[in-house]
């Protein structure tokens, strides 16, 4: 089969590698389309050690089973799907609560790093878990497939904030996931939903795509804007979709006193945060780590149009030049959201 393969760090060979074969348990997928993610982008240059080549990437995919390992039941060659990129194993005890995100013996397809290494599906086949796939309805392309996977980890973050109805939002961060947080937060009926972000292409998007209002932290006080918005208050809560700590600093000035607070960016490995302001306002801080359980959801919402996808994807190119488009997304090329690569 083809292949894009991350040769070395900032370095793609598109080439013809071995075909996967599918172990007990697990399927042979026909890739279809399969978006980059950020977590490639920054990946491909070895700063999140988690992409050590040689590796094929990618992990955001849609496609065809082609073939069934022993054991599989249930499924059948030529049926539509997508598929979780976590991959956990459904016994240790996290798994047991449910709690697959947080699986002892999680994997992610397309990850490389010291503990384990799985190819992912930039590819024409990609081998992946029976126990990880979802069925596709006819109504969804494979291209708006792509997105499930990132609109379940922003509705998983949603669900961390457990937003009530009605309730002021703020979301830091009108990248990827930030965009879909606010598409999320206003089919869950909260208002007003607030976008902040530096690109004002990105606040353009993010109000074109239901956010109230949209605010640059650098144009004006975002903390001081969002009391006048709420009475006073402040937000009732707060989710941070970018991982650094002016965006932290933000979100924590933005919420009023008990408010909530859900981290979804993950850039940084480490922030500073206000600890007396979370202190003594008593602010609840939740982590939100990818999704558990809410792939059905963000199906649904794709083929009922409950979320906008199709206005995410700004390109869809062949898997052939995807080290060009890994290079634009890269140099953070103005107007580029998501890229669908298709083999």
């Known amino acids: ?104 013996n999680r994997r992610v397809l397309g990850v490389s790093c010291e503990e384990y290494r799985r190819d992912g599906a930039f590819a024409e086949l990609a081998a992946v878990p029976a126990h990880v796939l979802y069925r596709l309805p006819e109504g969804i392309t494979f291209e708006q497939a792509t997105m499930v996977e990132a609109l379940s980890i922003a509705a998983h973050g949603v669900i961390r904030l457990a937003p009530r109805l009605g309730d002021a939002v703020v979301v830091v961060g009108a990248g990827m996931i930030g965009l879909l947080v606010v598409q999320v937060l206003k089919a869950s009926g909260c208002d007003p939903v607030v976008a902040v972000d530096v690109a004002a292409e990105r606040l353009e998007l993010a109000r074109r795509l239901g956010a109230d209002v949209g605010l640059d932290p650098g144009r004006e006080e975002v903390g001081a804007r969002l009391r006048e918005l709420t009475g006073g208050r402040g937000a009732d809560g707060a989710v941070e979709a970018v991982g650094n700590t002016a965006a932290l600093r933000t979100a924590v000035a933005g919420v009023r006193k008990g408010g909530t607070l859900a981290l979804i960016g993950n850039l940084s490995p480490s922030v500073e945060l206000p600890l007396q302001s979370v202190v003594t306002r ?51 090329e103005k107007g580029l959201v998501k890229v669908v690569l298709v083999p």
């Open 1 to 104: 089969m083809k292949a894009l393969v991350l040769k070395e760090y900032n370095r793609f060979s598109y080439e013809q590698v071995p075909d996967p074969r599918p172990a007990a348990g697990e399927v042979l997928i026909r890739v279809a389309a399969c978006g980059i993610c950020g977590s490639d982008v920054h990946g491909m240059d070895g700063s999140t050690g988690r992409r050590i080549p040689p590796l094929i990437m990618g992990h955001e995919a849609a496609g065809v089973i082609e073939e069934m390992g022993p054991g599989v039941a249930g499924w059948s060659t030529g049926e539509r799907v997508t598929f979780d990129s976590t991959i956990y194993c459904g016994t240790c005890w996290h798994c047991r609560r449910g709690e697959i995100n947080l699986c002892d």
């Open 282 to 332: 008593e602010i609840s801080v939740n982590g939100s780590c990818a999704s558990r359980g809410e792939y059905p959801a963000a199906i649904a919402m794709i083929a009922r149009k409950a979320v906008d996808v199709d206005s995410l994807i700004s390109a869809s190119a062949p898997l052939g030049e995807g080290a060009a488009w890994f290079r634009r997304l890269y140099d953070k």
